[in-house]
């Protein structure tokens, strides 16, 4: 059986790393490369700290590529530094060098460039911002053909969004921040008729980042990746965390866990409610995560770590 055709595309956040060594574990597919969109992390770390992720995990003969789209509302500093954290962690700094390759172009050119040349339809995994996506559609329309389908964590659509409910941003607290960094351009995808799978809110919240999960990681540290994912989470467990990037990941390695739903809906993006994925009747059809078997997915990356 032919692999499956992946080209990720990832913002830099703790997770999305987590979510990158996820997809490197994952025998039936092959990955094209990966694009860090410079949304939820700083630019620099992110890219060096992907390479050095791919390094460890023995795949430098994948290229990664550093897009340089531009957003509408930065994501908070606070977040954004983890990228300097992680590319500093003593276990991704015991090679002198990086051999992993940062290709010369763009991370849209790049994008553009791997989906022309792949001889099937390509799956994209996209676990930030939808911007490096929209803006590889509108240089090269062509494009489309080529995308199979987007697996994309983001929105909110029957709960709360993410971004802080704010009367002075003049927000009311129903974007999550993927769309919300950039909802022109999730709009744009939108307008297209590429197959969207989104990893929501709605799912997301219900599978949290434990003390529990987090220790197991512990427990099998004599595993490189195994430690490194625990340190990874170590670092946010003081905050609320979920398992955003990598539950909607695992979605390539097991989709049988996982329940989806129909929904129509608009992306908003002005006013108060911008960066909001509204379910309206008649609106553009996606699939959203609608259930997942939490058990499996857990026991899933626990095992997919140990190495
Ligand atoms: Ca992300």
């Known amino acids: 059986m032919s692999k499956q055709l992946v080209l990720m595309d990832h913002d830099g956040g703790v997770d999305d790393y987590l979510a990158t060594m996820l997809l490197l574990t994952m025998d039936h597919i092959k990955l094209l490369g990966v694009v860090v969109t410079p949304a939820d992390c700083y630019v620099e770390p992110a890219v060096s700290a992907t390479r050095k992720i791919i390094d460890l995990m023995g795949f430098s003969h994948i290229s990664v590529a550093e897009s340089t789209v531009r957003g509408i509302n930065p994501f908070p500093r606070l977040y954004r530094r983890d990228s300097f954290i992680v590319d500093h962690l003593p276990i991704l700094n ?14 849209q050119d790049f994008m553009v460039r791997v989906l022309r040349e792949a001889p099937v339809p390509v799956t994209l995994m996209v676990t930030g911002p939808l911007t490096t996506v929209a803006v590889a559609l509108e240089k090269a329309p062509d494009i489309e053909a080529k995308i199979e389908r987007i697996v994309w964590m983001g929105g909110a659509l029957n709960v709360g969004g993410n971004v802080e409910k704010s009367l002075e941003a003049g927000q009311d607290g129903s974007a999550e921040w993927n769309v919300y960094w950039d909802a022109v351009s999730a ?55 979920y398992f955003w990037d990598v539950l909607a990941t695992a979605y390539l390695g097991h989709p049988e866990f996982y329940q989806l739903r129909e929904w129509e809906t608009e992306i908003i993006t002005t006013g108060v409610s911008q960066g909001r994925t509204k379910v309206v009747p008649g609106g553009r059809k996606i699939y959203a995560m609608d259930t997942v078997d939490k058990e499996a997915f857990y026991a899933y990356i626990l095992q997919q770590w140990a190495r």
């Not at 799912?203 to 427990?219: H, R």
């Open 187 to 241: 709009a744009r995808v939108w307008q297209t008729q590429i197959e969207i799978i989104m990893c929501p809110l709605d799912l997301t919240n219900n599978v949290p980042v434990t003390s529990d999960i987090v220790y197991k990681m512990g427990k099998q540290r004599h595993y490189p990746v195994s430690d490194l994912a625990g340190q990874c989470y170590a670092l946010v467990i003081p905050q609320d965390y």
């Open 94 to 107: 015991q090679q002198d060098t990086i051999n992993t390759s940062l290709v010369a172009e763009p991370g």
